[in-house]
């Protein structure tokens, strides 16, 4: 079965640069979740959208933004990019009669040097 | 948002039952549970979820106490492909809706 993609596995960026993060969900769902999951660290939720508009805010920087595009798929976009943000990224994905289940990616890790 | 606690670590044998415990005693009347797992070096996966009864699937049971205060989410037959840390969320079903990770327990599974 399909699962949530995102784009790419790995990146490495320099202080003070920026970095977008891709979200394919699984085919169907419509809504997408990003959580930031810090070194020894429990995940952190971000941001989420639901059928393309912003439906939840949680701890994200004002440095970051992101959005849902017309086929569902979801970007991360963070700027001025700081140390502080190597983590790894998660992207989520639900089905909106089962919002009970996340399905998550791999994830993105990045790291800032 | 709810609080739960849960012990940091538990440690069990391959083959045997684990009982994992979540302490939820601030939950309200319209508060679902949730377990996830996250294996090393993967993304959280969902286990089970219940709001009063107890609830099974190919993957777990879930026992909720009669006043919903506690939890405990049970692995029938622990495989070394079961540790991971288990997580305990309270979150209401309405729409999108997000789930927020507190700490939670490192199962070790023994072989």
């Known amino acids: 079965a399909a699962g949530v993609i995102q784009s790419p596995r790995h990146l490495i960026k320099e202080k003070r640069e920026t970095a977008t993060l891709k979200c394919y969900p699984i085919?169907?769902?419509?809504?997408v979740y990003w959580y930031q999951q810090g070194p020894g660290q429990d995940p952190q939720f971000l941001i989420s959208f639901y059928e393309k508009m912003q439906s939840d805010k949680g701890s994200i920087p004002d440095r970051f933004s992101a959005q849902q595009f017309s086929d569902y798929h979801s970007e991360l976009n963070m700027s001025s990019l700081e140390l502080g943000d190597s983590a790894l990224y998660f992207c989520a994905s639900s089905f909106k009669t089962e919002h009970e289940k996340l399905f998550f990616g791999s994830g993105t890790q990045l790291s800032v040097l | 948002d709810a609080k739960t606690t849960q012990p940091n670590s538990m440690e069990s044998n391959e083959e045997e039952p684990v009982h994992l415990p979540c302490n939820h005693s601030t939950i309200s009347g319209t508060d679902y549970i949730h377990w996830y797992r996250q294996l090393p070096s993967q993304g959280p996966e969902y286990v089970i979820h219940?709001?009063?009864s107890n609830v099974n699937n190919r993957m777990a049971s879930l026992a909720i106490a009669e006043d919903r205060k506690s939890s405990t989410l049970i692995l029938h037959r622990a495989t070394l492909r079961d540790a991971a840390v288990y997580y305990c969320?309270?979150?209401?079903?309405?729409?999108?809706?997000?789930?927020?990770f507190g700490q939670g327990t490192r199962l070790t599974i023994n072989p």
């Open positions: 085919p169907r769902h419509d809504t």
């Open positions: 219940g709001l009063t």
């Open positions: 969320i309270l979150s209401v079903i309405q729409g999108a809706q997000k789930l927020v």
